[in-house]
C-alpha cells in the first residue's frame, strides 16, 4: 500500500494510480511532508504492508543511502523499517552474542567443519573479550567465512546435522536450536542457510511487539503474521534463502553487532483512555518518515483523530465499520481487507456499528 512503483496503490473508483492522483493534487501530501522528504510525482515516504508467511523470508539487509544511490540508483532511498506482530511471530534478527556462537562451534560438529581452524581458534580465543573491537573482527571473520563457504559442502555438513537431530542425538547445548533448525530445513532443504540459526539471534515476538530493523542488520522472518511499514524503498540484499544472492555486497555493508535483545517501540496512547485491546495506539520508531497506529472499537464505539501534518493510509484487518470527514459531511464504509488513504489535515472518525473493528493507519507528519 503506496507508491512505489513496483507495487503501485490504486483509488478505487477510477483506475487511477494513486501516485497520479497526488500528484495532481500535491495538497493531499502536504506541502511541509513534500519538502521534507524530496518527493515528485505524488510519492509518499513510507511503504505499509500486511504480511501473513509460513516460510521463511530471505536473510537479508537493507541498505543505507549513500551505498543505495550506488547499488540501486534507480531508488537511492535508505531502507528502513518497522515491524508489528499480528500473531505470535519468529524471526531472526541480529547476531548472537559471541561467546553463544563460541559455544555451538564448540558443541557443533557439522557447523565447526565450515570454517578453518585458525578462525575457530582466533573467535573462541575473544569471544568473551571486553574488547569490543575485537570481537566484532572476529565475527566478521567467521561470518565472511560462513558466508562464502563451499555450497555443496555446506549442504552436506546440513544433511548429518538434521539426521543426527532427527535421530535424538543432539547434545544438551543444541536443544535451545534444535527445533529452528529443523524447520528451517524443512522449508529450504540444503540451503547453507539453516546454519544462520548458529549466528543470528532468534526472537519469539507475541502480538503487539513492535520493533525496528537497522540498516544493515541482518534479518529474516520465519513465520507469522504482521505489519510492516517502511521507508518507500526495496533496497534489500538476500545472503541465503533466495535464489538471487549478493554475497559481497551483503557482507560489504553488514553490521556486525551482536545483539543480546531487542528493543522493543512502547506503545503511547494516541486518544486518552487506549488500551492495547481498545481505542488507539501509536507505535513511533526511530525512523523519521513514518509511524503506525493500531485503532480497536468494539461495536458501538466511536475513535476520533485529530488532524495530522502529513498523509496516511489505513488498513482494516477485523470486523467492518465507518469513516467519517469532511466535519461529518462524507462517510466511507470498510470492511476487512479494505484500504482508505486519508489527505493531511484531515480530521477523521471512525465508527463501529454492527461489529468490532480493527485497523492499522500509516502515516508521516512534519513539524
Known sequence: ??????????????????????????????????????????????????????????????????????????????????????????????????????????????????????????????????????????????????????KEEAAAQLKRLVERYQAGKESGEEKIVKSLVLRLHEMYPDDSGVFCAFILKYFDFKPGHAFSVATGEPHAYITGDIIECMATSDNTIPLAFSSHL??????????????????????????????RTSGSLLYNPPIDELAVMQVILAKGDVESHHKLRGPSIAVVVEGEGTVVWAEGAKRLGVRKGQVVFIAAGTEVKYSAFETSFKLYRAFVEVA
Open 1 to 150: 500500500m503506496g507508491t512505489h512503483p513496483n507495487a503501485p496503490t490504486r483509488v478505487h473508483s477510477t483506475g487511477q494510480l494513486l501516485s497520479e492522483h497526488l500528484a495532481a493534487h500535491p495538497e493531499l501530501v502536504g506541502e511541509s511532508v513534500i519538502k521534507r522528504f524530496g518527493l515528485e510525482n505524488g510519492q509518499i515516504p513510507f511503504l505499509f504492508k500486511v504480511m501473513s508467511f509460513d516460510k521463511a523470508l530471505p536473510v537479508q539487509i537493507h541498505l543505507d543511502r549513500h551505498t543505495a544511490e550506488r547499488v540501486h540508483s534507480e531508488n537511492p532511498r535508505a531502507y528502513v523499517e518497522m515491524v508489528l506482530a499480528l500473531s505470535d511471530f519468529g524471526a531472526l534478527c541480529g547476531f548472537l552474542p559471541t561467546f553463544q556462537v563460541s559455544e555451538f562451534l564448540s558443541f557443533v560438529p557439522e557447523f565447526a567443519s565450515l570454517f578453518t581452524p585458525n578462525i575457530i581458534a582466533h573467535f573462541t580465543s575473544v569471544a568473551r573479550s571486553h574488547d569490543e573491537s575485537e570481537r566484532k573482527a572476529a565475527l566478521k571473520d567467521l561470518f565472511s567465512c560462513y558466508a562464502q563457504a563451499d
Open 246 to 275: 549478493d554475497v559481497p555486497t551483503f557482507l560489504t555493508n553488514v553490521a556486525y553487532n551482536p545483539t543480546p535483545g531487542k528493543t522493543l517501540i512502547q506503545p503511547t496512547m494516541f486518544t486518552r483512555g487506549s488500551t
